[in-house]
């Protein structure tokens, strides 16, 4: 299995300030030019959403402060202007091979 | 409007069954590979297991394997996880998605407790 570790395992940012999350995959996610890499951002009671894929891919409706970047083995997920909605735990998944892994999690919070 | 919605799940003895639901709306269900993804108490995602379109092709973690079975009618428009042999480290939160490069639309989930 791809193991996938985060880092940190939560963070606390001042509202409209930068949070960066990363993901470190043991193995390369990256095939024909693609790096097989999602982050998700899954609310307490809610069903996990889709962020970013294709490491930098922003899904429909993301506002743009989400962006996702590197190739490989390493990638980050930046929020570039915290906002108080963004309080939420945040994975990166691998889709390269199965299983699907994700990392163990990055909670995000207000300081 | 895309809708997955999770049902079967409950209390459950270790080593009994159970056998989740997961009805889909809104999109054309044979044309998507589906997966079911766990949250057990206080923890991370942990993929399960996912079925192709037609059902024909099947993969699970190693954790399940050989006790849970997805399945699929693409006629009912419903995905299914049969559960068997349930163990204390199975209660978690199940939820059925989708997948649209990766999981793009996820359920509610519902709640499996295994347990004495």
């Known amino acids: 299995d791809i193991v996938m570790t985060q880092s940190p395992d939560s963070l606390a940012v001042s509202l409209g300030e930068r949070a960066t999350i990363n993901c470190k995959s043991r193995?390369?996610?990256?095939?024909?030019?693609?790096?097989?890499l999602a982050w998700f951002q899954h609310k307490r009671g809610q069903p996990p959403k889709l962020l970013i894929y294709?490491?930098?891919t922003r899904e429909s409706g993301v506002p743009d402060r989400f962006s996702g970047s590197g190739s490989g083995t390493d990638f980050t997920l930046t929020i570039s202007s915290l906002q108080a909605e963004d309080v939420a735990v945040y994975y990166c998944q691998q889709y390269h091979t199965s299983p699907y892994t994700f990392g163990q999690g990055t909670k995000v919070e207000i300081k | 409007e895309v809708q997955l919605v999770e049902s079967g799940g409950g209390l459950v003895e270790p080593g009994g069954s159970l056998r989740l639901s997961c009805a889909a709306s809104g999109f054309a269900f044979n044309t998507y590979w589906m997966h079911w993804v766990r949250q057990a108490p206080g923890k991370g995602l942990v993929w399960v297991s996912h079925v192709n379109t037609d059902g024909s092709t099947t993969t699970y973690a190693d954790s399940v394997r050989g006790r849970f079975t997805i399945s699929r009618d693409n006629a009912k428009n419903t995905l299914y996880l049969q559960m068997n042999s349930l163990r204390d480290e199975d209660t978690a939160v199940y939820f059925c998605a989708r997948e649209k490069v990766t999981t793009d639309y996820w359920g509610q989930g519902t709640p499996v407790t295994v347990s004495s």
């Open positions: 294709w490491a930098s």
């Open positions: 193995q390369s996610v990256l095939s024909n030019n693609k790096n097989y």
